[in-house]
């Protein structure tokens, strides 16, 4: 006799924490936070918001001396290693220029200017960097990214860190960061354009030197996801206060785009969560609709953008499988909600107006704690892959020895699809909770397929002849076929400690 339950077992808001998935605390500049240093009663460990969490560090930092890393440095593993202890993935970014660049032990290690690579000092009074950082009079120093000798000593470091990373099951992805600042592909920001005209910038010279920083990478982490930050080329569409055609959209450097897919190399977009384009969607940039829209079920897509609920939003319509929060905060942000800084990642920078936040009032000032606390809740439950048991037919009694099959209704109410094709745990526990069988099968339709929606069926389950008669309670979930230990998440009620979710029962009868 088949049985059909409906709606059950109950849909939960549980936030999931599985593979490949989620949203990321994120740690930049200096003063970063080791997990020990978080207070115990932190809402956000509390509550489990997520298990990932990701850092960066100038290159300039962990390579001070051709050839000589700080592995071990407080803002790196002696950071992030403490996250790891406790059960955190980390995804890494070194960058090859950050925002303040060599001068200020932010960027290039002048090691490499001394070797002879090229570089452009850019006056920093050009550069709108708030109060945020220390600076003087000493100019910004970018790297020249296509010169020859950036490129060589770029390929040593990235071959070390490879070493060091690549394969490492605690890294969850590396995101590049050798082509352009914060590793964004564009290669300085709303200043004259003519010292880098001089230096050689066009279209073909700028792809060449990526892709050979791409193939440094792809070389360097084989068994490691790898990311790229988009951006446009060249911002830099002003000599003094005249305009000049020397603007660069990441359209004009499409071949990028295409090599990056066929390299299987992710796509981040780093936004602020208004677009300035004018676009469509006033929160995010058309082309980064286009391009995620096009290769998101070929490669992952990731965003940062702010955090009003509208730019939440168009994010999720993103098929996005990481999010993090925008603006540049030392330490971690998080810990800051319901602070006066706080405040200011709601509203923005100044060229970015105030947005109608989570309790559509007015004023981003008048968020509570709980709607800042509410902004991360929701983008944690629906982030990425997100199953839902809708349906279950299965026979209530089976003989022992005798083949049935299984057929189970989905639905993936999260933003993005599963990448991975993960089997369906079948188990029945008896009275004293040992499980007496368990099956992990692929479905009919791969949990990676974009019609996961549909019926899945798992056929020819055949209960072992070794098992008692008698009713037992039928659990059922899902496991990572290359790595049986792990056990997927689902939003339902019921779970156990091994991941697998109590549905019903099943009498066994000889």
Not at 126 to 152: K, M
Not at 182 to 196: A, L, N, Q, R
Not at 341 to 348: A, Y
Request: charged letters at 25%.
């Amino acid at each position: 006799m088949e049985k059909k339950l409906i709606g059950a077992p109950k849909e939960t808001n549980d936030y999931l924490h599985n593979p490949g998935m989620g949203i990321l605390y994120i740690q930049r500049g200096n003063n970063k936070i080791r997990y020990d240093q978080i207070p115990k009663d932190a809402w956000f460990l509390k509550e489990k918001l997520t298990n990932k969490v990701t850092m960066d560090i100038p290159w300039s930092i962990l390579e001070p001396q051709e050839g000589v890393f700080h592995w071990d440095h407080s803002e790196w593993e002696g950071c992030f290693n403490s996250w790891i202890e406790n059960g955190y993935k980390v995804g890494i970014q070194v960058r090859g220029m950050s925002t303040l660049g060599t001068l200020y032990n932010d960027g290039v290690p002048q090691w490499v200017f001394d070797a002879g690579a090229k570089y452009i000092d850019e006056p920093i009074k050009q550069h709108n960097l708030g109060g945020r950082w220390s600076i003087d009079e000493r100019p910004i120093r970018f790297p020249v990214y296509w010169d020859p000798i950036y490129l060589e000593k770029a390929n040593n470091f990235i071959n070390a860190l490879g070493k060091r990373y690549n394969g490492n099951p605690n890294i969850e992805f590396v995101i590049m960061g050798f082509m352009g600042r914060w590793g964004e592909m564009h290669i300085s920001e709303h200043t004259p354009v003519e010292p880098w005209l001089d230096a050689g910038l066009n279209i073909p010279t700028y792809i060449k030197a990526h892709k050979k920083i791409i193939d440094m990478y792809v070389d360097a982490f084989p068994d490691t996801p790898i990311v790229q930050e988009l951006g446009s080329p060249s911002y830099n569409s002003y000599k003094g206060d005249v305009q000049i055609p020397t603007f660069m959209h990441i359209r004009d450097a499409e071949e990028i785009i295409q090599y990056l897919v066929s390299k299987k190399v992710w796509f981040k977009y780093n936004g602020l969560g208004k677009s300035f384009e004018g676009t469509k969607d006033p929160y995010i940039d058309n082309w980064v609709i286009e391009y995620f829209d096009a290769y998101y079920s070929k490669i992952k897509v990731m965003m940062e953008n702010l955090v009003p609920i509208k730019a939440l939003e168009s994010a999720l319509k993103c098929h996005i499988s990481y999010w993090n929060r925008g603006m540049e905060f030392e330490g971690l942000v998080e810990m800051t909600v319901g602070t006066k800084e706080m405040k200011k990642m709601f509203s923005s920078w100044n060229e970015v107006p105030d947005f109608t936040p989570w309790n559509d009032s007015p004023e981003v000032s008048s968020m509570t704690i709980e709607d800042e606390k509410n902004l991360w809740r929701y983008m944690a439950r629906y982030v990425g892959y997100r199953f839902v048991l809708k349906e279950l037919r299965y026979p209530q009694r089976i003989n022992v020895g005798e083949k049935f099959t299984i057929k189970y209704k989905w639905e993936n109410k999260g933003c993005a699809p599963c990448y991975e094709n993960y089997g369906i745990v079948l188990a029945l526990v008896d009275i004293d909770g040992n499980t007496v069988y368990e099956n992990v099968q692929l479905p009919g339709v791969n949990t990676s397929s974009l019609l996961w929606d549909a019926n899945c069926i798992v056929e020819d389950v055949s209960i072992p002849t070794e098992i008692k008669k008698g009713t037992y309670d039928l659990y059922i979930g899902m496991k990572d076929m290359k790595n049986p230990k792990i056990g997927i998440e689902l939003a339902i009620g019921g779970k156990d400690s091994q991941k697998r979710y109590k549905v019903g029962a099943i009498e066994v009868i000889k």
